[in-house]
Protein backbone atom coordinates (compact mmCIF):
# COMPACT_ATOMS: atom_id res chain seq x y z
CA UNK A 1 0.00 0.00 0.00
CA UNK A 2 1.09 3.33 -1.10
CA UNK A 3 1.55 6.22 1.52
CA UNK A 4 0.66 9.73 0.73
CA UNK A 5 3.06 11.73 -1.19
CA UNK A 6 4.68 14.66 0.67
CA UNK A 7 6.02 17.61 -1.33
CA UNK A 8 9.21 18.96 -0.07
CA UNK A 9 8.64 22.64 -0.65
CA UNK A 10 8.79 25.98 1.10
CA UNK A 11 5.00 25.51 2.55
CA UNK A 12 6.50 22.83 5.03
CA UNK A 13 8.92 25.86 6.26
CA UNK A 14 6.10 28.74 6.34
CA UNK A 15 5.76 28.82 9.61
CA UNK A 16 8.83 28.84 10.19
CA UNK A 17 9.03 31.80 7.92
CA UNK A 18 5.87 33.20 9.24
CA UNK A 19 5.95 37.13 9.59
CA UNK A 20 5.37 39.05 13.07
CA UNK A 21 5.41 42.20 14.27
CA UNK A 22 8.71 42.92 16.26
CA UNK A 23 7.81 45.74 18.10
CA UNK A 24 5.35 43.60 20.30
CA UNK A 25 6.10 42.62 23.25
CA UNK A 26 5.41 39.11 22.74
CA UNK A 27 7.78 38.63 20.06
CA UNK A 28 10.31 40.65 21.24
CA UNK A 29 10.71 38.27 23.92
CA UNK A 30 10.92 35.15 21.48
CA UNK A 31 13.40 36.97 19.69
CA UNK A 32 15.26 37.01 22.74
CA UNK A 33 14.85 33.63 23.84
CA UNK A 34 15.82 32.60 20.35
CA UNK A 35 19.22 34.84 20.74
CA UNK A 36 20.01 33.96 23.53
CA UNK A 37 19.60 29.78 23.52
CA UNK A 38 21.00 30.26 19.95
CA UNK A 39 24.32 31.50 20.83
CA UNK A 40 24.59 29.47 23.80
CA UNK A 41 24.50 26.58 21.62
CA UNK A 42 26.61 27.16 18.68
CA UNK A 43 29.22 28.69 21.03
CA UNK A 44 29.15 25.28 23.46
CA UNK A 45 28.95 23.08 20.51
CA UNK A 46 32.03 24.75 18.79
CA UNK A 47 35.42 22.03 18.88
CA UNK A 48 37.10 24.88 20.66
CA UNK A 49 34.67 25.96 23.56
CA UNK A 50 33.49 22.04 25.18
CA UNK A 51 36.13 20.45 23.29
CA UNK A 52 38.86 23.49 24.45
CA UNK A 53 40.41 21.33 27.26
CA UNK A 54 40.00 18.48 26.19
CA UNK A 55 41.65 19.16 22.51
CA UNK A 56 44.53 20.84 24.59
CA UNK A 57 45.02 18.48 26.79
CA UNK A 58 45.49 15.74 23.82
CA UNK A 59 47.12 17.91 21.46
CA UNK A 60 49.72 18.43 24.77
CA UNK A 61 49.75 15.47 26.36
CA UNK A 62 48.89 12.28 23.80
CA UNK A 63 49.86 13.78 20.11
CA UNK A 64 53.20 16.11 21.95
CA UNK A 65 52.55 18.84 20.35
CA UNK A 66 54.41 22.30 21.56
CA UNK A 67 52.34 25.74 22.21
CA UNK A 68 52.98 26.80 18.82
CA UNK A 69 52.02 23.45 16.94
CA UNK A 70 48.49 23.48 19.28
CA UNK A 71 47.58 27.28 18.85
CA UNK A 72 48.14 26.50 14.86
CA UNK A 73 45.78 23.59 15.16
CA UNK A 74 42.82 25.55 16.72
CA UNK A 75 43.36 28.68 13.95
CA UNK A 76 43.20 26.14 11.40
CA UNK A 77 40.19 24.88 12.55
CA UNK A 78 38.59 27.84 12.77
CA UNK A 79 38.82 28.49 9.26
CA UNK A 80 35.39 28.30 8.28
CA UNK A 81 34.43 31.13 10.57
CA UNK A 82 36.79 33.26 8.18
CA UNK A 83 34.39 32.18 5.58
CA UNK A 84 31.43 33.58 7.09
CA UNK A 85 30.58 36.36 5.17
CA UNK A 86 29.74 33.97 1.92
CA UNK A 87 27.52 32.24 4.49
CA UNK A 88 25.91 35.37 5.11
CA UNK A 89 25.38 36.77 1.68
CA UNK A 90 23.46 33.39 0.78
CA UNK A 91 21.65 33.35 3.55
CA UNK A 92 20.36 37.26 3.07
CA UNK A 93 19.69 36.63 -0.37
CA UNK A 94 18.88 32.76 -1.29
CA UNK A 95 16.10 31.92 1.13
CA UNK A 96 16.21 28.04 1.69
CA UNK A 97 12.96 26.02 1.75
CA UNK A 98 11.13 29.47 2.06
CA UNK A 99 13.41 30.75 5.17
CA UNK A 100 16.04 32.97 4.83
CA UNK A 101 16.96 32.03 8.53
CA UNK A 102 15.71 29.01 9.82
CA UNK A 103 16.33 26.48 7.19
CA UNK A 104 19.95 27.32 7.90
CA UNK A 105 19.69 26.87 11.53
CA UNK A 106 18.49 23.39 11.42
CA UNK A 107 20.83 22.62 8.53
CA UNK A 108 23.63 23.77 10.45
CA UNK A 109 22.76 22.00 13.72
CA UNK A 110 22.01 18.68 12.69
CA UNK A 111 25.64 18.35 10.21
CA UNK A 112 27.12 19.95 13.59
CA UNK A 113 25.66 16.47 15.05
CA UNK A 114 26.93 14.31 12.67
CA UNK A 115 30.35 15.52 12.78
CA UNK A 116 30.93 15.72 16.37
CA UNK A 117 30.43 11.51 16.01
CA UNK A 118 32.77 11.45 13.92
CA UNK A 119 35.63 12.74 16.27
CA UNK A 120 36.51 10.12 18.58
CA UNK A 121 37.74 7.76 15.25
CA UNK A 122 40.47 10.45 14.34
CA UNK A 123 41.39 11.46 17.84
CA UNK A 124 44.95 10.03 17.31
CA UNK A 125 46.11 11.15 14.30
CA UNK A 126 46.97 15.36 14.10
CA UNK A 127 45.38 15.67 10.21
CA UNK A 128 42.47 13.87 10.87
CA UNK A 129 41.48 15.24 14.04
CA UNK A 130 42.03 18.83 12.26
CA UNK A 131 40.14 17.45 8.87
CA UNK A 132 36.61 16.59 11.35
CA UNK A 133 36.95 19.93 13.59
CA UNK A 134 36.99 21.71 10.57
CA UNK A 135 33.94 20.23 9.18
CA UNK A 136 32.42 20.49 12.51
CA UNK A 137 32.98 24.40 12.42
CA UNK A 138 32.04 24.71 8.81
CA UNK A 139 28.59 23.38 10.36
CA UNK A 140 28.07 25.57 13.30
CA UNK A 141 29.37 28.74 11.33
CA UNK A 142 25.75 27.73 8.94
CA UNK A 143 23.93 27.67 12.10
CA UNK A 144 25.84 30.86 13.76
CA UNK A 145 25.52 33.31 10.72
CA UNK A 146 21.78 32.65 10.72
CA UNK A 147 21.16 33.51 14.38
CA UNK A 148 23.48 36.10 13.73
CA UNK A 149 21.14 37.80 10.72
CA UNK A 150 18.11 37.38 12.73
CA UNK A 151 19.58 39.71 15.78
CA UNK A 152 20.84 42.02 13.63
CA UNK A 153 17.57 42.03 11.74
CA UNK A 154 15.44 42.53 15.21
CA UNK A 155 18.01 44.80 16.62
CA UNK A 156 17.64 47.44 14.18
CA UNK A 157 13.59 47.23 14.02
CA UNK A 158 13.21 48.12 17.67
CA UNK A 159 16.39 50.05 18.17
CA UNK A 160 17.79 47.61 20.75
CA UNK A 161 20.93 47.10 19.49
CA UNK A 162 22.95 46.99 22.88
CA UNK A 163 20.16 44.70 24.95
CA UNK A 164 20.70 42.02 21.92
CA UNK A 165 24.37 42.38 21.65
CA UNK A 166 24.48 41.90 25.60
CA UNK A 167 21.84 38.99 25.57
CA UNK A 168 23.58 37.33 22.71
CA UNK A 169 27.09 37.79 25.25
CA UNK A 170 25.06 36.16 27.82
CA UNK A 171 24.39 32.94 26.03
CA UNK A 172 28.12 33.05 24.91
CA UNK A 173 29.52 33.99 28.49
CA UNK A 174 26.93 30.84 29.65
CA UNK A 175 28.53 28.41 27.27
CA UNK A 176 31.87 29.02 29.07
CA UNK A 177 30.49 28.26 32.46
CA UNK A 178 29.37 25.04 31.27
CA UNK A 179 32.74 24.44 29.27
CA UNK A 180 34.45 25.02 32.05
CA UNK A 181 33.29 22.81 34.83
CA UNK A 182 32.25 20.02 31.38
CA UNK A 183 35.40 20.68 29.59
CA UNK A 184 37.60 20.45 32.72
CA UNK A 185 36.39 16.83 33.50
CA UNK A 186 35.95 15.81 30.05
CA UNK A 187 39.66 16.50 29.29
CA UNK A 188 40.26 13.50 32.05
CA UNK A 189 38.13 11.03 30.44
CA UNK A 190 38.56 9.51 27.16
CA UNK A 191 38.03 11.98 23.84
CA UNK A 192 34.60 9.66 23.02
CA UNK A 193 32.94 11.41 25.70
CA UNK A 194 33.44 14.71 24.88
CA UNK A 195 32.33 13.79 21.43
CA UNK A 196 29.00 12.35 22.55
CA UNK A 197 28.23 15.66 25.23
CA UNK A 198 29.26 17.68 22.10
CA UNK A 199 26.62 15.88 20.08
CA UNK A 200 24.01 16.23 22.17
CA UNK A 201 24.49 19.82 22.59
CA UNK A 202 24.35 20.27 18.52
CA UNK A 203 20.94 18.54 18.72
CA UNK A 204 19.52 21.59 20.62
CA UNK A 205 20.14 23.77 17.58
CA UNK A 206 18.47 22.37 15.00
CA UNK A 207 14.50 23.01 17.10
CA UNK A 208 15.53 26.50 17.61
CA UNK A 209 14.14 26.79 13.99
CA UNK A 210 10.43 26.14 15.21
CA UNK A 211 10.67 28.99 17.51
CA UNK A 212 11.57 31.67 14.68
CA UNK A 213 9.65 34.15 13.81
CA UNK A 214 11.35 36.20 10.59
CA UNK A 215 9.98 39.45 9.50
CA UNK A 216 7.72 38.97 6.02
CA UNK A 217 10.16 39.56 3.14
CA UNK A 218 8.94 40.11 -0.67
CA UNK A 219 9.50 37.09 -3.18
CA UNK A 220 13.36 36.83 -5.03
CA UNK A 221 13.10 38.72 -8.28
CA UNK A 222 16.36 39.02 -9.31
CA UNK A 223 19.07 35.95 -9.45
CA UNK A 224 21.38 35.24 -6.96
CA UNK A 225 24.23 36.76 -8.31
CA UNK A 226 22.12 40.09 -8.68
CA UNK A 227 21.29 40.28 -5.45
CA UNK A 228 24.43 39.47 -3.70
CA UNK A 229 26.14 41.94 -5.70
CA UNK A 230 23.57 44.24 -4.70
CA UNK A 231 24.43 43.59 -1.19
CA UNK A 232 27.82 43.52 -1.43
CA UNK A 233 27.68 47.15 -2.79
CA UNK A 234 25.87 48.52 0.08
CA UNK A 235 28.47 46.59 2.49
CA UNK A 236 31.59 48.22 0.82
CA UNK A 237 29.38 51.90 1.00
CA UNK A 238 29.08 51.23 5.27
CA UNK A 239 31.76 53.47 6.17
CA UNK A 240 31.15 52.86 9.72
CA UNK A 241 31.18 49.17 9.54
CA UNK A 242 34.64 49.00 8.40
CA UNK A 243 35.54 51.29 10.63
CA UNK A 244 34.30 49.32 13.40
CA UNK A 245 35.98 46.17 11.88
CA UNK A 246 39.50 48.13 11.67
CA UNK A 247 39.18 48.81 15.88
CA UNK A 248 38.15 45.12 16.22
CA UNK A 249 41.70 44.53 14.18
CA UNK A 250 43.44 46.24 16.45
CA UNK A 251 41.67 44.49 19.60
CA UNK A 252 42.04 41.33 18.61
CA UNK A 253 45.55 41.28 16.76
CA UNK A 254 46.78 41.95 20.18
CA UNK A 255 49.67 38.63 20.60
CA UNK A 256 46.73 36.61 22.60
CA UNK A 257 47.21 34.41 25.66
CA UNK A 258 45.30 31.59 25.80
CA UNK A 259 46.84 28.73 24.58
CA UNK A 260 50.23 30.47 26.42
CA UNK A 261 47.79 30.46 29.76
CA UNK A 262 47.26 26.54 29.45
CA UNK A 263 50.82 25.77 29.27
CA UNK A 264 51.40 27.54 32.34
CA UNK A 265 48.90 26.74 33.80
CA UNK A 266 49.94 22.86 33.48
CA UNK A 267 54.00 23.48 33.71
CA UNK A 268 54.00 26.10 36.17
CA UNK A 269 50.66 26.03 38.13
CA UNK A 270 51.31 22.33 37.96
CA UNK A 271 46.99 22.33 37.34
CA UNK A 272 45.28 19.45 35.97
CA UNK A 273 42.50 20.13 33.81
CA UNK A 274 39.05 19.98 36.44
CA UNK A 275 41.08 22.61 38.03
CA UNK A 276 41.99 24.63 34.58
CA UNK A 277 38.27 24.11 33.91
CA UNK A 278 37.46 25.65 37.31
CA UNK A 279 39.08 29.17 35.90
CA UNK A 280 37.58 29.06 32.44
CA UNK A 281 34.32 28.86 34.93
CA UNK A 282 35.24 31.59 36.72
CA UNK A 283 36.03 33.90 33.51
CA UNK A 284 32.25 32.60 32.48
CA UNK A 285 30.68 34.27 35.85
CA UNK A 286 32.93 37.75 35.09
CA UNK A 287 31.14 37.26 31.44
CA UNK A 288 27.38 36.70 31.81
CA UNK A 289 27.98 39.68 34.92
CA UNK A 290 29.40 41.86 32.07
CA UNK A 291 26.43 41.28 30.03
CA UNK A 292 23.80 41.94 32.81
CA UNK A 293 25.55 44.98 33.39
CA UNK A 294 25.61 46.37 29.74
CA UNK A 295 22.29 44.91 28.87
CA UNK A 296 20.54 46.10 31.92
CA UNK A 297 22.07 49.26 32.85
CA UNK A 298 24.99 50.98 30.42
CA UNK A 299 23.15 50.76 27.01
CA UNK A 300 20.46 52.51 27.29
CA UNK A 301 21.95 55.72 29.48
CA UNK A 302 25.18 56.11 27.86
CA UNK A 303 26.33 57.08 24.20
CA UNK A 304 28.63 54.48 22.66
CA UNK A 305 31.82 56.94 22.69
CA UNK A 306 31.70 56.85 26.46
CA UNK A 307 30.69 53.32 26.24
CA UNK A 308 33.73 52.11 24.47
CA UNK A 309 36.47 54.42 26.54
CA UNK A 310 35.12 53.35 30.01
CA UNK A 311 35.06 49.01 28.41
CA UNK A 312 38.23 49.28 26.61
CA UNK A 313 40.34 50.67 29.32
CA UNK A 314 38.92 48.72 31.87
CA UNK A 315 40.01 45.72 29.47
CA UNK A 316 43.11 47.03 29.72
CA UNK A 317 43.31 46.69 33.33
CA UNK A 318 41.57 43.56 33.37
CA UNK A 319 44.55 41.83 30.80
CA UNK A 320 47.93 43.54 33.28
CA UNK A 321 46.71 41.52 36.10
CA UNK A 322 47.79 38.31 34.08
CA UNK A 323 51.39 39.77 35.31
CA UNK A 324 50.15 37.80 38.98
CA UNK A 325 49.11 34.91 37.99
CA UNK A 326 51.57 32.93 40.23
CA UNK A 327 49.24 30.43 42.24
CA UNK A 328 45.46 28.44 41.69
CA UNK A 329 44.27 31.06 44.36
CA UNK A 330 45.42 34.52 42.25
CA UNK A 331 44.33 32.70 39.24
CA UNK A 332 40.58 32.26 40.44
CA UNK A 333 40.35 36.00 40.65
CA UNK A 334 42.28 37.33 38.29
CA UNK A 335 39.94 34.95 35.73
CA UNK A 336 37.01 36.50 36.86
CA UNK A 337 38.25 39.91 36.78
CA UNK A 338 39.49 39.25 32.77
CA UNK A 339 35.90 37.37 31.97
CA UNK A 340 34.41 40.89 33.35
CA UNK A 341 37.19 42.96 31.84
CA UNK A 342 36.88 41.51 28.55
CA UNK A 343 33.42 40.61 27.63
CA UNK A 344 32.56 44.24 28.26
CA UNK A 345 35.02 44.98 25.64
CA UNK A 346 33.52 42.12 23.26
CA UNK A 347 29.78 43.57 23.78
CA UNK A 348 31.13 47.24 23.06
CA UNK A 349 32.77 46.39 19.80
CA UNK A 350 29.98 43.64 18.88
CA UNK A 351 27.55 46.96 20.00
CA UNK A 352 28.86 49.25 17.57
CA UNK A 353 28.69 46.63 14.62
CA UNK A 354 25.24 46.22 14.81
CA UNK A 355 24.54 49.52 14.85
CA UNK A 356 26.63 50.14 11.53
CA UNK A 357 25.63 47.27 9.76
CA UNK A 358 23.58 47.90 6.91
CA UNK A 359 19.75 46.74 6.98
CA UNK A 360 19.13 44.31 4.46
CA UNK A 361 22.52 42.95 4.83
CA UNK A 362 22.12 41.64 8.02
CA UNK A 363 23.56 38.40 8.19
CA UNK A 364 26.55 39.68 5.44
CA UNK A 365 27.36 42.47 7.72
CA UNK A 366 27.08 41.40 10.48
CA UNK A 367 29.35 37.80 9.31
CA UNK A 368 31.83 39.91 7.93
CA UNK A 369 32.49 41.50 11.15
CA UNK A 370 32.89 37.97 12.81
CA UNK A 371 35.32 37.02 10.36
CA UNK A 372 37.43 39.76 10.89
CA UNK A 373 37.24 39.17 14.61
CA UNK A 374 37.24 35.53 14.50
CA UNK A 375 40.86 35.61 12.15
CA UNK A 376 42.88 37.99 14.41
CA UNK A 377 41.21 36.30 17.63
CA UNK A 378 42.34 32.69 16.59
CA UNK A 379 45.39 34.54 14.93
CA UNK A 380 46.52 36.11 17.56
CA UNK A 381 46.41 33.32 19.61
CA UNK A 382 49.21 31.47 17.20
CA UNK A 383 50.97 34.39 17.08
CA UNK A 384 51.35 34.82 21.00
CA UNK A 385 52.76 31.06 21.44
CA UNK A 386 55.18 31.29 18.33
CA UNK A 387 56.41 34.49 20.31
CA UNK A 388 57.36 32.33 23.10
CA UNK A 389 58.40 28.95 21.55
CA UNK A 390 60.56 30.73 19.03
CA UNK A 391 61.46 34.94 19.99
CA UNK A 392 61.83 32.85 23.77
CA UNK A 393 59.43 36.54 24.44
CA UNK A 394 58.37 36.31 28.85
CA UNK A 395 54.48 35.72 29.47
CA UNK A 396 54.42 39.08 31.73
CA UNK A 397 56.17 40.87 28.32
CA UNK A 398 53.18 38.69 26.08
CA UNK A 399 50.92 40.47 29.01
CA UNK A 400 51.76 44.13 28.87
CA UNK A 401 51.98 44.22 24.82
CA UNK A 402 48.24 42.58 24.76
CA UNK A 403 47.13 45.82 27.51
CA UNK A 404 48.87 48.26 25.28
CA UNK A 405 46.95 47.24 22.04
CA UNK A 406 44.02 47.46 24.32
CA UNK A 407 44.54 51.02 24.91
CA UNK A 408 45.52 51.62 21.33
CA UNK A 409 41.92 49.95 20.50
CA UNK A 410 40.33 52.69 23.51
CA UNK A 411 42.07 55.67 21.80
CA UNK A 412 40.97 54.59 17.81
CA UNK A 413 37.38 53.89 19.16
CA UNK A 414 36.88 57.58 19.18
CA UNK A 415 37.49 58.28 15.38
CA UNK A 416 34.53 56.22 14.76
CA UNK A 417 31.83 58.13 13.21
CA UNK A 418 30.06 60.69 15.41
CA UNK A 419 26.78 59.45 14.40
CA UNK A 420 27.88 56.16 15.62
CA UNK A 421 29.42 56.98 18.53
CA UNK A 422 25.88 59.32 20.07
CA UNK A 423 23.64 56.64 19.39
CA UNK A 424 21.97 54.77 22.41
CA UNK A 425 19.26 52.16 22.76
CA UNK A 426 15.87 52.64 22.89
CA UNK A 427 14.69 52.15 26.22
CA UNK A 428 10.73 52.43 25.92
CA UNK A 429 9.11 48.37 25.54
CA UNK A 430 6.31 48.59 22.21
Given at each position: ?174 SWLISGLA ?75 QTALFYLQ ?150 LPAELLEA ?7
Amino acid sequence: MRGPRIALDWRMFKRLAAPFAVTSARSLGATRLVVFIGFWATTLAQPNVLGRIPLQNLLKNTLESDRSAAAAFFFWIGAPWYLKPLIGALSDTYPLLGSRRASYLALGGLIAAAAWAALAPAAHDYGALLAVCMALNLAIVIASTAIGGYMVEIAQAVDRPGQLTSLRNAGYQSSWLISGLAGGYLGALSIGWTALAGGAVALLIAPLAWLMREPPRPPRATPLRDGIARRLGALIRARGLWSVALLATLYYLAPGLQTALFYLQQNSLRLDTPHQGYLTFCGGVGGVAAAAVYGLFAAHRFALRRLMRVCLAFGAGGILLYRLYDSFAHALVIETINGFAAALCEIVIIHAAVRATPRGSEALGFAVFMAVRNFFLFGSDWLGSALIDHVHLRFETLVVLNAGMTLLAALLAQRLPAELLEARDATKEA
